[in-house]
């Protein structure tokens, strides 16, 4: 137990719950910290932070209706192609898909919307492939 910076009360390390505002929707947001007991001051370490941020990325997720994380990953293993690749046909820069994957930005509307469609099999990865514009890298 740590005693809380501000008043010197006793802190409980613990998570609770907080509404947030959401296009006019209540999301639930588990924020895990050190809550003081006696002023009610929470206090959050970065990894703490790291954790909360994802709850808001993912309730924000359910909100719109976006695949979840598991889900995105799900589809591209199915279509059998790298993080890489998906993002090389479908922008967002190198690093995106693990953003998508590991909760940390949920992915635009239209990648979800597309994504949703290669798992149907409504489109095809080739189909992506060939009307992206994206020419293939000489070293394969
Ligand atoms: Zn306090």
């Known amino acids: 137990m740590k005693n809380c910076p501000i008043c010197g009360g006793n802190t409980n390390r613990e998570s609770k719950n907080i509404e947030l505002d959401y296009k006019g929707k209540k999301l639930i947001i588990a924020m895990l910290g050190d809550y003081c007991q006696a002023c009610g001051e929470s206090f959050h370490t970065v990894q703490d932070q790291k954790i909360i941020d994802q709850n808001i990325a993912?309730?924000?997720?359910?909100?719109?209706?976006?695949?979840?994380?598991?889900e995105l990953k799900r589809i591209r293993k199915k279509l059998h192609i790298s993080q890489e690749e998906a993002a090389e046909y479908l922008g967002g820069g190198i690093r995106a898909f693990s953003k998508y994957e590991n909760a940390l930005?949920?992915?635009?509307?239209?990648?979800?919307?597309?994504?949703?469609?290669?798992?149907?099999?409504?489109?095809?990865?080739d189909d992506i492939k060939s009307v992206s514009g994206v020419k293939p890298?000489?070293?394969?």
């Open 105 to 125: 930005v949920n992915q635009p509307r239209a990648l979800d919307v597309i994504f949703k469609l290669l798992d149907m099999g409504k489109v095809s990865w």
């Open 137 to 140: 890298p000489l070293s394969c």
């Open 58 to 70: 993912l309730a924000k997720r359910e909100a719109e209706s976006l695949l979840f994380p598991k």
